[in-house]
């Protein structure tokens, strides 16, 4: 069974910090893996996407990178603001074509002071 | 473009009632999905519809129905609430392709006392 897992659960920066998030996953057998954003009472927003056979993707001072083997993804926010606060998911993607589910993490909760 | 719209935000039910959760996404995406996010649990994934005209239970199914009434239509049942169903419930959609990202709509917070 596919578990995924964030380290740390929170994670409390002074503005200006790079910082990363971590995302561990059991099976490596995945075909993408998504990170999202959450701000308090809404609904996801997708950040970036990893494909399988992709080793990492930048948008902006967001950075993700996939190593399928070792069952990891981090996910490096460059020079952090306050704005950045919200909760970091992420979710791996598997399963055949009719079946295919994703799994997230519990997330890691961000806060960047000025 | 208004992405995946879910109503309603809030909803309040007494134990034994019941309601339907309304999701639409005007996106043409293929499939879409229910979740419910609980503290410490993340999302748990409820049913999913891979296409118009089929659904499949996910992990935590007990206590629900679908029906994917058209493409962009994806609604949640509860027969019966019960407080365990107390709960944040978020609407999915992607196109069919393993490489499309997820988009969700801001959710739905049912409380069942």
């Known amino acids: 069974k596919q578990e995924v897992t964030q380290i740390p659960a929170a994670l409390s920066v002074p503005e200006g910090e790079n910082l990363v998030l971590n995302c561990s996953f059991t099976d490596s057998a995945i075909y993408n893996l998504q990170w999202f954003r959450q701000d308090p009472g809404k609904g996801l927003t997708s950040l970036l996407l990893?494909?399988?056979?992709?080793r990492e993707q930048t948008s902006g001072r967001l950075n993700a990178s996939l190593d399928k083997s070792s069952g990891r993804s981090t996910l490096y926010i460059a020079a952090s603001q306050p704005g950045d606060s919200a909760t970091y998911l992420c979710?791996?993607?598997?399963?055949?074509?009719?079946?295919?589910?994703?799994?997230f993490g519990t997330g890691t909760r961000l806060q960047v002071f000025p | 473009n208004a992405g995946v719209t879910q109503t309603p935000k809030f909803q309040v039910l007494k134990t034994g009632q019941s309601m339907t959760l309304q999701c639409a996404q005007d996106m043409n995406h293929n499939s879409m999905y229910w979740y419910r996010q609980d503290p410490g649990m993340g999302l748990r994934l409820i049913y999913y519809s891979a296409s118009e005209g089929t659904t499949d239970k996910g992990e935590v199914p007990n206590g629900y129905n679908v029906s994917r009434l058209n493409k962009r239509e994806f609604s949640l049942r509860l027969e019966s609430a019960a407080p365990s169903q107390t709960s944040v419930y978020f609407c999915?959609?992607?196109?069919?392709?393993?490489?499309?990202?997820?988009?969700f709509g801001n959710g739905t917070r049912l409380t069942v006392t």
């Open positions: 990893i494909q399988s056979s992709q």
């Open positions: 999915a959609s992607t196109m069919r392709s393993f490489n499309s990202p997820l988009h």
């Open positions: 979710a791996v993607r598997r399963g055949s074509y009719n079946t295919d589910k994703l799994i």
